[in-house]
């Protein structure tokens, strides 16, 4: 594999024909990177993370959508970069677009974010070091959910590997 072909031309940008994307509904490649483009752009919207305590007779469950963080707005770019890519023929933006929404996804997946939540009609910010310190207490004090990010991660990981193996077909 020459690892050139994964470089971007940058200078592409300038010249994309913005009234013209490229459209190939034929191709099964082209649908799936756009179907995992579309779905990235959803999963951003969805709780990247969510911590759920149950006790005294409720449960309480506080969530942060992935476009709410850093990491989640970053993804978002990337996403675009790699929709820009599958629209305007520029696999290898496809490709670092999808590489680098991976690692938006994997810092969702492993990490944890403060939540807001309203319980008995009561806003309450429920921050990273108040969880923490209820862990300490009790382990089992809360459930997380990453459904979010974990869903974000792996259809970047699967653009990522088409588009790959699309720069790699390309002479």
Same mark, same amino acid.
């Given at each position: 594999?020459?690892?050139?072909?994964?470089?971007?031309?940058?200078?592409?940008?300038?010249?994309t %024909?913005w009234?013209?994307?490229?459209?190939?509904?034929?191709?099964n490649?082209? &649908?799936?990177?756009?179907? =995992? =483009?579309?779905?990235?752009?959803?999963?951003?919207?969805?709780p990247?993370?969510?911590?759920?305590?149950?006790?005294?007779?409720?449960?309480? *469950?506080?969530?942060?959508?992935?476009i709410?963080?850093?990491?989640?707005?970053?993804g978002?770019i990337?996403?675009?970069?790699? &929709? +820009?890519?599958?629209l +305007?023929?520029?696999?290898?933006? $496809?490709?670092?677009?999808?590489? &680098?929404a991976?690692?938006?996804?994997?810092?969702?997946?492993?990490?944890?974010?403060? $939540?807001?939540?309203?319980?008995?009609?009561?806003k309450r %910010? &429920?921050? $990273?070091? %108040?969880?923490k310190?209820d862990l300490?207490?009790?382990?089992n004090? +809360?459930?997380?959910g990453?459904i979010? =990010?974990?869903?974000?991660?792996f *259809?970047?990981?699967a653009?990522? $590997?088409?588009s790959?193996?699309?720069?790699?077909? %390309?002479?």
């Amino acid at each position: 594999m020459d690892f050139k072909k994964l470089i971007p031309d940058f200078g592409a940008i300038g010249r994309t %024909e913005w009234g013209k994307p490229y459209v190939d509904t034929k191709n099964n490649t082209w &649908l799936i990177m756009t179907c =995992a =483009a579309a779905l990235m752009v959803i999963f951003v919207f969805i709780p990247w993370f969510s911590a759920t305590q149950s006790g005294w007779g409720m449960t309480v *469950t506080a969530t942060r959508f992935g476009i709410t963080t850093w990491y989640g707005i970053l993804g978002l770019i990337f996403t675009l970069v790699a &929709l +820009y890519g599958i629209l +305007y023929k520029q696999m290898q933006f $496809v490709f670092w677009g999808a590489v &680098l929404a991976v690692v938006m996804g994997l810092i969702g997946w492993l990490s944890m974010a403060d $939540v807001n939540t309203t319980v008995l009609g009561v806003k309450r %910010e &429920l921050t $990273v070091a %108040e969880i923490k310190q209820d862990l300490q207490w009790d382990p089992n004090a +809360y459930t997380f959910g990453h459904i979010g =990010a974990i869903l974000f991660f792996f *259809t970047s990981a699967a653009l990522a $590997v088409f588009s790959f193996l699309q720069i790699n077909k %390309e002479k």
